[in-house]
């Protein structure tokens, strides 16, 4: 591994020891950016250069998030940043054999894979592919020497670097990622599957990137996996930047099922311009703390943007969904659906907010947020929040914290069905309802099996897919006659 050492030690330590330890750690950071600049500047065009001084001026001035920070507040770093992480700062070169650590064998569903591992984009030929229609896919670092006027106009005009210090930090280091570009008028045929792979020795911390560009009137289907090929520490601090030109669709599955020792940070800047239609949604299924963070900006008339998840949490597993929605233009929709279910001593955080500003009169915008908690342990800070200077809209927010209804609990166990089962049919027809939004047929009826095997506790971290597939698959059923419902 070629890279720098934070050599901290992961102790349990008091609140002022915590501070100190990720103080050093950010000063840690600024000796790495300041002597190896040889490595980081390595494949940035002029712009790009600028870019990183800037953002690494804000990491300095903004630091790491705390929970003293409003939108923090219910999500405390501290202690994931105790650890001792390696920096993976040089690339691990195009020898790597990605059939031999990752699989993805899900039945009936074909894809267009491009993997990172460890941060760095994984290839065997080329850098950057450009198919028959003209859509190229590949490294982002090549991106920046070989397309700079998509560069230039693209990367870094999204994602805010001067509010956000994970944001700043990512940016002032991120060397490689995943850049796609979708021509004007291409429809893509196949579904492009993202993955971000983890695989090492040592503890890591990685700045991940992405940039993915819609040209006018086209369509991608694109699904981003977050795996672990080990169970050591990580930290991952993701960043994707995605353009929506006019009248172009962007579907986006985001699938989630790491294991307990792995920090994981997704947050996404989306610009969408007139008559274009963004849908994401993001399965969580477990995770040691997961925070993803979608921020919308509708600049355009006619545009939609749909945004939806479930998280299935339990032992002290954390979820953060942030979302930010903002209406700039009239005649825009925007609908959210997140649904979570936590149990033991699991714990989460929802804030959903929608700003509708003053010329974006017909506007709708409806956002919900349903949480069962199935122990007086686990805990959901849920906020809907609507922000409107507009005065012709239709907007609305709703959130629920509750468990299990008593009355359907009653109503199937009549018809002979277990306590135990009656509590997974209820808790899967509330997870269906984002589940069946998926458009993607197999990916649909996978998820709808993990969900299954998650409820009844046979889904856990997968050494090779977040997809959780394997030579030993077996179908999944349920015990339950639902004649009798």
């Given at each position: 591994?070629?890279?720098?050492?934070?050599?901290?030690?992961?102790?349990?330590?008091?609140?002022?020891?915590?501070?100190?330890?990720?103080?050093?750690?950010?000063?840690?950071?600024?000796?790495?950016?300041i002597?190896?600049?040889?490595?980081?500047?390595?494949?940035?065009?002029?712009?790009?250069a600028?870019?990183?001084?800037?953002?690494?001026?804000?990491?300095?001035h903004l630091?790491?998030?705390?929970?003293?920070?409003?939108?923090?507040?219910?999500?405390?770093?501290?202690?994931?940043?105790?650890?001792?992480?390696?920096?993976?700062?040089?690339?691990?070169?195009?020898?790597?054999?990605?059939?031999?650590?990752?699989?993805?064998?899900?039945p009936?569903?074909?894809?267009?894979?491009?993997?990172?591992?460890?941060?760095?984009?994984?290839?065997?030929?080329?850098?950057?592919?450009?198919?028959?229609?003209?859509?190229?896919v590949g490294?982002?670092?090549?991106?920046?020497?070989?397309?700079?006027?998509?560069?230039?106009?693209?990367?870094?005009?999204?994602a805010?670097?001067?509010?956000?210090?994970?944001?700043?930090?990512?940016?002032?280091?991120?060397?490689?990622?995943?850049?796609?570009?979708v021509?004007?008028?291409?429809?893509?045929?196949?579904?492009?599957?993202?993955?971000?792979?983890?695989?090492?020795?040592?503890?890591?911390?990685?700045?991940?990137?992405?940039?993915?560009?819609?040209?006018k009137?086209?369509?991608?289907?694109?699904?981003?996996?977050?795996?672990?090929?080990?169970h050591?520490?990580?930290?991952?601090?993701?960043?994707?930047?995605?353009?929506?030109?006019?009248?172009?669709?962007?579907?986006?599955?985001?699938?989630?099922?790491?294991?307990?020792?792995?920090?994981?940070?997704?947050?996404?800047?989306?610009?969408?311009?007139?008559?274009?239609?963004?849908?994401?949604?993001?399965?969580?299924?477990?995770?040691?703390?997961?925070?993803?963070?979608?921020?919308?900006?509708l600049?355009?008339?006619?545009?939609?943007?749909?945004?939806?998840?479930?998280?299935?949490?339990?032992?002290?597993?954390?979820?953060?969904?942030?979302?930010?929605?903002?209406?700039?233009?009239p005649?825009?929709?925007?609908?959210?659906?997140?649904?979570?279910?936590?149990?033991?001593?699991?714990?989460?955080?929802?804030?959903?907010?929608?700003i509708?500003?003053?010329?974006?009169q017909?506007?709708?915008?409806?956002?919900?947020?349903?949480?069962?908690?199935?122990?007086?342990?686990?805990?959901?800070d849920?906020?809907?929040?609507?922000?409107?200077?507009?005065?012709?809209?239709?907007?609305?927010?709703?959130?629920?914290?509750?468990?299990?209804?008593a009355?359907?609990?009653?109503?199937?166990?009549?018809?002979g069905?277990?306590?135990?089962?009656?509590?997974?049919?209820?808790?899967y027809?509330?997870?269906?309802?984002v589940?069946?939004?998926?458009?993607?047929?197999?990916?649909?009826?996978?998820i709808?099996?993990?969900?299954?095997?998650?409820?009844?506790?046979?889904?856990?971290?997968?050494?090779?897919?977040?997809?959780?597939?394997?030579?030993?698959?077996?179908?999944?059923?349920?015990?339950?006659?639902?004649?009798?419902?």
């Open positions: 591994m070629n890279g720098s050492k934070v050599n901290y030690s992961p102790a349990n330590v008091d609140i002022m020891e915590q501070t100190r330890i990720v103080a050093d750690l950010q000063g840690h950071l600024e000796t790495i950016f002597e190896r600049q040889a490595s980081l500047f390595g494949s940035d065009s002029a712009y790009v600028e870019l990183r001084q800037l953002a690494f001026g804000h990491f300095k630091g790491f998030p705390t929970a003293r920070m409003e939108k923090w507040r219910g999500t405390d770093l501290s202690k994931a940043l105790l650890a001792d992480y390696e920096w993976a700062m040089e690339s691990p070169g195009n020898n790597i054999d990605l059939e031999k650590i990752f699989q993805c064998e899900v009936h569903f074909e894809t267009f894979l491009v993997a990172q591992l460890n941060g760095w984009y994984v290839y065997k030929n080329s850098p950057l592919t450009t198919l028959p229609n003209g859509m190229i490294s982002l670092a090549k991106a920046f020497l070989k397309y700079p006027e998509l560069i230039n106009q693209h990367y870094g005009k999204y805010n670097v001067e509010t956000d210090g994970l944001t700043a930090l990512n940016t002032a280091f991120a060397q490689d990622g995943i850049f796609i570009y021509p004007d008028g291409v429809a893509v045929p196949d579904v492009v599957q993202m993955v971000n792979i983890v695989d090492s020795a040592q503890n890591l911390m990685l700045q991940t990137r992405n940039l993915v560009i819609l040209g009137n086209s369509h991608l289907k694109l699904v981003q996996c977050d795996d672990s090929i080990n050591k520490i990580s930290f991952i601090n993701s960043v994707s930047e995605f353009y929506i030109d006019r009248d172009s669709t962007l579907d986006h599955y985001k699938l989630q099922n790491k294991d307990e020792n792995s920090t994981l940070i997704n947050t996404l800047f989306v610009q969408q311009e007139q008559g274009s239609t963004f849908s994401s949604n993001a399965i969580s299924l477990n995770g040691g703390i997961i925070r993803n963070s979608t921020n919308v900006k600049s355009g008339e006619n545009c939609a943007a749909n945004i939806y998840g479930v998280y299935l949490m339990d032992r002290n597993q954390h979820i953060d969904n942030q979302v930010l929605i903002d209406h700039a233009v005649r825009c929709q925007s609908n959210e659906l997140f649904k979570g279910i936590l149990d033991d001593h699991a714990s989460g955080v929802f804030n959903g907010h929608v509708v500003r003053k010329d974006a017909q506007t709708n915008a409806y956002q919900t947020n349903k949480n069962i908690l199935l122990t007086d342990k686990a805990t959901i849920t906020k809907p929040f609507l922000e409107i200077y507009a005065d012709d809209v239709k907007c609305s927010h709703g959130a629920t914290v509750g468990q299990l209804d009355d359907a609990m009653f109503y199937i166990r009549s018809r069905i277990s306590e135990n089962n009656a509590r997974i049919l209820l808790m027809a509330f997870a269906a309802e589940v069946n939004k998926i458009d993607i047929p197999e990916l649909r009826q996978r709808d099996d993990m969900v299954k095997k998650r409820l009844r506790g046979e889904l856990s971290y997968c050494d090779q897919c977040v997809l959780h597939c394997s030579s030993q698959e077996k179908s999944l059923t349920f015990d339950i006659d639902m004649t009798k419902v």
